[in-house]
């Protein structure tokens, strides 16, 4: 997490003056929507952060440990108890 928000405020942050607080907002979502839809990831196999959540298992796996079950990371999380 630390790594995105180093790259939106050297990428985005601080290299742009906005006018008004509107093109602030579209342009950092806009940023949002490429690191994760479009940006590919060395560590993921070259996949975007998205392709890799979806699931698409026939190139993850070509990447990934052997034995590294991927349901286990790709499948919805199940409801945690509540405190109290």
Do not use: W
């Not at 607080?21 to 950092?28: D, H, I, P, R, S």
């Not at 698409?56 to 440990?65: D, E, G, K």
Request: net charge positive; hydrophobic share 25%.
């Amino acid at each position: 997490m630390e790594s995105f928000f180093r790259s939106l405020k050297a990428k985005r942050v601080y290299l742009t003056r906005y006018a008004c607080y509107q093109e602030a907002k579209t342009n950092l979502f806009d940023y949002i929507r490429f690191y994760n839809h479009r940006r590919r990831d060395p560590t993921l196999g070259y996949l975007s952060p998205m392709e890799f959540e979806r699931g698409n298992t026939s190139s993850i796996s070509n990447y990934l440990p052997t034995g590294f079950e991927t349901n286990h990371y790709l499948r919805s999380s199940r409801p945690r108890a509540g405190i109290g």
